[in-house]
């Protein structure tokens, strides 16, 4: 069995199943530095029924199904290293209803946050999962993404009611409900949440939406090193404060953000922190933050209450990514994250960058700190042997160096291809577990082969 049988089946797609290079091409690369496989074609569904059809005839044929979403993750999740069919949700991305009194949403996994909270606005009710990227809701769902706002709101684990799902067979199942809470069964929404699309295809998803609030303010402080800035967030979050978003930039990442925005910003350790509420509240958050601060070294605060200050300020933050690629044209990144308790992140983040510094690669830090959760992007010529090594044994001591303080190798990135090895020293026997689970829902092993789970 193979693709070629299974392809007079998948006819019935018209154009809608392509096999051009150019679309095989852009569905074979990630935003990474991992590129590993092409599929044998891409598929463009437009209903669930479809995506059952589709998943129904690559089980019979025994060929592997790769869901796409906007394509932004980076752990190679997406790829197709075995071959089989993408399926690209582009054109499944409707908002399928709105219910303002229960603060929920139903939509197609093709639909991007920034498009769904675009249709939120009017309604006083946005989605707050903000993982940086445009990504697609089906694809936040599959990963389990967070973000900046996660301190707050919670991760898609928090934020995903229900789901309807593709599972290999072509079956088609309905995990979760629109009520607050349940105590029916096994929690499938959880197990589908994450599963990185090895257990099925999500082709709706029911929303936990939030209020848009009253008041917003923001501000950039000023540290003079990086221990202090990290502890300011330590001892914030240990006080309560309520913050909506707490960001860190080390001194490299906020070169390269001055850089790419042309933006005058001082260049030392820098924290980026957003409060949400009634004005009265935003502004007792904001005091009591600052006396904080100031207790930490903090040298100065730069406010963005009006919106499209606080828009430029957040756009800015948002393209640290691309800002940093700019500092070493030419090159690609090996992007790694983990998250570790709060108490243990000033000593993760400081061992983390002497590591960093002792080595000739580049690798500005940033994160979402509030949640424990910090991220290094290190600059590495692909065509370079020895810098890629360099970086893959910094990743897999910053991965080490989380699990032995208590923490996770990943707090929003994932595994894919990218983490497959370090998955047995987090989970142990737990890892076969989630392997026998997967032969129980896909016996075939056909949905996004080789990520996630024991091969």
Not at 23 to 28: A, G, I, K
Not at 128 to 151: K, W
Not at 162 to 172: C, D, F, N, R, W
């Amino acid at each position: 069995m193979s693709f070629d049988t299974a392809l007079p089946d998948l006819s019935f797609l018209g154009d809608r199943l392509s096999r051009a290079r150019s679309v095989l091409d852009h569905h074979s690369q990630s935003e990474s530095y991992i590129h590993s496989g092409s599929p044998d074609a891409v598929a463009f569904p437009e209903t669930t029924a479809e995506v059952a059809q589709i998943a129904a005839i690559c089980s019979r044929h025994g060929v592997p199904m790769i869901g796409w979403g906007a394509g932004t993750s980076l752990e190679g999740h997406a790829l197709a290293v075995q071959g089989g069919v993408t399926v690209d949700f582009s054109r499944m991305d409707a908002i399928l209803a709105i219910y303002p009194e229960d603060m929920l949403a139903v939509v197609q996994p093709g639909i991007t946050r920034e498009a769904l909270n675009a249709e939120l606005r009017a309604t006083g009710l946005f989605f707050p999962v903000d993982p940086g990227a445009n990504a697609s809701l089906g694809g936040m769902a599959m990963t389990r993404a967070s973000g900046t706002t996660a301190v707050r709101y919670g991760t898609m684990r928090h934020n995903v009611l229900g789901l309807e799902v593709v599972l290999a067979s072509g079956q088609v199942i309905r995990t979760g409900s629109s009520a607050p809470k349940s105590s029916a069964g096994y929690d499938l929404t959880a197990l589908m949440v994450g599963s990185e699309g090895t257990l099925g295809l999500i082709t709706e998803l029911t929303l936990r939406l939030h209020g848009q609030p009253e008041a917003v303010s923001a501000a950039i402080c000023t540290f003079p090193d990086i221990a202090q800035a990290v502890d300011c967030v330590t001892a914030t979050i240990q006080m309560g404060i309520p913050m909506a978003r707490i960001e860190f930039m080390d001194t490299d990442a906020v070169a390269a953000c001055a850089a790419w925005s042309g933006q005058d910003m001082a260049l030392a350790p820098q924290l980026l922190v957003e409060f949400h509420g009634s004005p009265q509240g935003v502004a007792e958050q904001a005091e009591r933050f600052g006396e904080i601060a100031r207790d930490y070294g903090c040298g100065s605060f730069q406010w963005a209450k009006a919106q499209e200050d606080r828009a430029q300020l957040w756009k800015m933050r948002h393209a640290a990514y691309p800002a940093i690629l700019a500092t070493r044209p030419g090159c690609t990144a090996i992007v790694t994250d983990v998250c570790v308790p709060i108490s243990a992140l000033a000593e993760a983040v400081e061992e983390t960058r002497a590591d960093i510094a002792a080595t000739p690669i580049p690798g500005p830090i940033l994160g979402h700190v509030g949640d424990g959760n910090f991220h290094a992007i290190l600059l590495v010529r692909r065509e370079d042997p020895a810098e890629m090594a360099i970086a893959k044994r910094l990743s897999t001591r910053m991965a080490e160096r989380a699990l032995r303080l208590g923490g996770t190798i990943t707090g929003e990135h994932g595994i894919g291809i990218g983490k497959l090895g370090h998955m047995t020293a987090e989970h142990g026997p737990a890892w076969a577990v989630m392997g026998a689970i997967k032969q129980a829902l896909d016996p075939q092993g056909l949905m996004n082969p080789g990520k996630l789970v024991p091969q």
